[in-house]
């Protein structure tokens, strides 16, 4: 095999492995102006992005996916336009992910964390971090992410925890950071708090419970309550109804007896009841309910949780305690039923708050925890976006930014686990004092005591990758890379973490390094499944990335994430449009080997300049455009819309057409032959680097190849400023204005495109067996010249006989048994003898004149409305040409029509 032969199938399998480890190895992943390097300017600004770092026992998903097909072709982009670009890789150690796998593994042992202890726990923790952690790092890698890898992170690294303890200690010193009873979710299984993103709500069928609340004043008189959660009477702190409801007005003031257990509770009246729902009273046990908590602090009422961390019931509630909660449930509401407490129940469909890792019910617990204090940094954080220093694409999420950072809440930050970062607070056993440390404290600040213990609970996952950005880059060192790196460029992720994470990145950066760390925030849309429905295992419908690539390669899965979406839009996903995109990926190897190929004949040297012909000039034309376009649409976060363009054109105007002239041209040999194959490795090459963001291995393989070809046959192959090492560091096309003989060049063959599509279109209705070549006689008018030069081509692509196309500027009379097409004012005779249903033929040419001639009503209107006054000239001017080609093409197909009438031939 010589450097013009290529394989006919494009191996993806052979390709993707060996190019990524070429290009790591080659260090085309480091910025090229990078601190550590010599020769470093600190002027040129970098780009930069952190990965949203997966869990590190995580496997890949289609959400990783679409980020990193995302990200990678943003930053590939950007490092051919020559800017340093840096992408840093990394994983977070995603506490109750990572620790539910020990604790799984543990299980089958027979053990349990609490058996062998917190230490043991850890090692075995960091043993599975070590044997699992490299599994998604290596799926990052096959997606063909250019990812510093030498910048590596892990959010329990050495240098993110010191981050992490710096963050605390500060906010902590500030008074942004306190302990408190508060009213947290709280997961029975992990036995720990969860955040609100770990909580899911599934819709299920569940029972609301009637039943009387005893005045304790009078046994007889009652009120009547209703609930989901029969258990939580036993926390009941009061009974609360609306303050203008005439039902109950006379029971406020006075008081009710909890059931079975006796307990004396007030009658309230609060506003916040709903009249409507159940009976219009409310129980309340500020305990176990958000809303009942806030109620609580309204009316002073007494907290009491009846619940202990296994969701059993605890000894406030007397006969009940040592019961799981749905046993106490069923139990209590039996003895209710005995003692008459019972009105009804009724089936009920309620929102069941569900833990996403374990799956179990959820209870809001009153809870003493570690908070941030928001507020003061939310602040700040809207500031930032709302005077522009932040811009979040697409912009609608701005306002759900704002509305959630202005009713934020304290946060909630710490966790009852021991994967994580532990809280760096210590009580002292002598004097009693806490306090924060950024170091291991040998003794006790306040009284110089020995007997320290650290508080047992870590901080969130969250808590870590808030810091991300800048930690990632050394903070709070001021490392070289956090100096020139930081802040970063653009975030990128999905839309569904904008609060859970790029709000606290927003409020960190702003609080721990005084600027925004991102001047972009990119959010992407999810992927649901080919009917719009959302992935899921029970469903059944999920597509596995891994599986997709196997069958199908990477490039073509990436494709399909990026052309598929659009800003903040979600996508349907299905292999089908995978498949497709493989068959461009296939389209694009195809044409680069006919390209290859065609380089081997012809001359190092042309003997005179250039003489291009119409086709050569369209397609500079046309690239050029696409380029321009490219340019506009990448300017505006327009990716997918950017890659359908480079795929049109590809497809449909570069291997569909313009090979198909190049092959006349080249049999032509010559200067014309060396011209063309010049022209096609140009616009190869250039549909190459605008594809390399998109499909990174087959337009680095194909490229690759192309180069080798070109250097052995001419130097005058090469593009302007020669062939780059790779196509991965290759410049990006340079978008350039429009000369004037672009638009007519496109005008001109658009005509040639339009006359063999129509040809095409007539022998496919008249069944005119393909390859046969037929007759033709074409009057051209005015375009006699443009199309004289490009008949040759007409002739092959419409596959008419050479012998027998007669082109005439216009004609006396019309042929006979001719079927007729106009063109843009160019008719068009196929005399296909024996074919030609004169009626048929009518109505097909009175249903054209039709089309034409609404066009032309649309046009008259809009030239004579307000549009040629407001519109600029060389705007409302191609209107008018528009309007003057269609008046010309009516009057030819009347001309025909009534031609055809005067034929008695019938078939
Ligand atoms: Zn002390």
Not at 325 to 340: C, N, S, V, Y
Not at 531 to 538: A, L, N, P
């Amino acid at each position: 095999m010589s450097e013009f032969d290529l394989p006919k199938i494009y191996d993806f399998k052979a390709t993707e492995e060996r190019l990524y480890a070429w290009w790591e190895e080659s260090g085309f992943f480091e910025p090229w102006n990078d601190p550590r390097k010599p020769g470093f300017d600190p002027s040129i600004r970098p780009f930069v992005i952190t990965i949203p770092p997966p869990n590190v026992t995580g496997e890949l998903h289609l959400g990783h996916a679409m980020f990193l097909a995302m990200e990678d072709l943003m930053i590939r982009h950007q490092r051919m336009k020559g800017v340093p670009t840096l992408w840093v890789p990394g994983t977070d150690h995603a506490g109750i992910a990572t620790q539910l796998q020990v604790e799984k593994e543990l299980a089958s042992e027979g053990l349990t964390r609490d058996q062998i202890g917190r230490e043991e726990f850890l090692r075995r923790a960091w043993a599975w971090k070590e044997k699992y952690g490299g599994i998604i790092t290596r799926q990052i890698r096959r997606m063909g992410s250019s990812c510093d890898w030498t910048r590596e992170r892990f959010t329990l690294d050495a240098g993110l925890s010191r981050a992490v303890r710096e963050a605390f200690v500060r906010l902590y010193e500030k008074g942004l950071i306190y302990r408190g009873p508060r009213m947290i979710n709280w997961s029975p299984g992990l036995r720990t708090a969860v955040s609100d993103l770990e909580v899911e709500y599934s819709q299920e069928q569940g029972t609301l419970y009637y039943f009387k609340y005893v005045l304790a004043d009078n046994p007889d008189e009652y009120i009547p309550v209703a609930t989901t959660r029969p258990e939580t009477i036993l926390g009941d702190t009061a009974v609360a109804v609306h303050p203008d409801d005439p039902r109950y007005q006379k029971f406020v003031g006075r008081q009710v007896r909890v059931p079975i257990l006796g307990r004396i509770i007030p009658v309230i009246a609060d506003a916040y009841v709903d009249r409507e729902f159940g009976t219009g009273a409310l129980k309340i046990t500020p305990g176990h309910d958000p809303n009942d908590y806030e109620i609580g602090q309204r009316h002073k009422l007494a907290i009491i949780s009846v619940l202990d961390e296994t969701a059993h019931i605890n000894r406030e509630g007397g006969p009940y305690a040592g019961l799981d909660r749905f046993e106490a449930r069923e139990r209590l509401w039996e003895d209710m039923r005995a003692q008459g407490l019972v009105i009804k129940e009724e089936p009920y469909l309620m929102n069941v708050p569900r833990s996403q890792r374990g799956g179990e019910i959820v209870e809001p617990m009153i809870s003493t925890q570690w908070f941030v204090r928001i507020k003061p940094l939310a602040e700040p954080a809207i500031a930032a976006v709302r005077e522009g220093r932040i811009r979040i694409i697409p912009e609608r999420f701005t306002k759900v930014y704002y509305n959630w950072m202005e009713n934020i809440q304290d946060w909630c930050i710490s966790r009852q686990l021991w994967w994580g970062h532990r809280i760096p607070v210590w009580y002292c056993q002598d004097c009693g004092e806490m306090f924060a440390s950024r170091e291991d404290p040998a003794e006790c600040p306040h009284c110089h005591g020995l007997r320290l213990e650290q508080d047992p609970d870590v901080l969130d996952t969250w808590f870590s990758s808030g810091l991300w950005p800048f930690s990632t880059l050394g903070w709070p060192e001021e490392t070289p890379d956090y100096k020139y790196f930081y802040p970063t460029s653009v975030l990128e992720t999905g839309y569904d973490i904008l609060f859970f994470w790029v709000a606290r990145m927003i409020m960190d950066g702003l609080e721990f390094t005084g600027k925004p760390p991102f001047h972009t925030v990119y959010l992407h849309g999810l992927i649901r499944d080919e009917h719009g429905q959302k992935m899921s295992k029970t469903k059944g419908n999920v597509i596995d990335p891994l599986g997709v690539m196997d069958e199908l390669g990477t490039d073509a899965l990436r494709f399909t994430l990026l052309v598929g979406s659009a800003p903040g839009n979600d996508m349907n996903l299905s292999v089908k449009r995978v498949e497709a995109n493989r068959n461009f990926a296939n389209k694009v190897w195809n044409a680069g080997r006919f390209v290859i190929g065609a380089l081997k004949p012809v001359a190092a040297e042309p003997k005179a300049a250039p003489e291009w012909t119409l086709a050569d000039r369209w397609i500079r034309a046309r690239t050029k455009g696409l380029v321009r376009e490219v340019e506009r649409l990448f300017d505006a976060y327009q990716y997918g819309e950017a890659g359908r363009q480079i795929y049109e054109f590809f497809w449909s105007e570069f291997a569909d057409w313009y090979v198909e002239i190049a092959k006349l041209q080249l049999a032509e040999g010559g200067d014309r032959a060396f011209y063309t194959a010049q022209l096609l490795v140009r616009v190869l090459d250039t549909s190459l680097r605008l594809l390399h963001p998109y499909t990174p291995y087959v337009t680095e393989e194909l490229w690759g190849r192309l180069k080798r070809a070109a250097q052995v046959r001419s130097e005058h192959l090469a593009p302007a400023g020669g062939w780059e090492e790779a196509l991965i560091v290759a410049r990006w096309p340079q978008a350039e204005a429009e000369e004037s003989w672009e638009a007519s060049a496109v005008e001109d063959f658009s005509l040639i495109m339009e006359m063999v599509r129509s040809i095409r279109n007539a022998r496919a209705e008249k069944k005119v067996t393909p390859g046969k070549l037929i007759p033709a006689t074409i009057a051209a008018g005015g375009r006699i010249g443009i199309i004289g030069e490009q008949l040759a081509s007409i002739i092959a692509l419409a596959h008419l006989d050479r012998a027998e196309t007669r082109l005439v500027e216009s004609l006396a009379e019309k042929p006979a048994n001719a079927i007729g097409l106009v063109v843009s004012g160019v008719e068009i005779y196929l005399p296909l003898t024996g074919m030609v249903d004169n009626r048929a033929e009518r109505a097909r040419m009175e249903k054209e004149l039709a089309e034409v001639e609404s066009q032309i009503e649309r046009l008259k209107m809009l030239l004579n409305g307000p549009f040629a006054e407001k519109a600029p000239e060389p705007v409302v001017e191609k209107e008018r040409q528009k309007l003057a080609a269609f008046m010309e093409t009516a009057e030819k197909l009347k001309g025909q029509i009534k031609s055809l009438s005067s034929k008695t031939h019938i078939l």
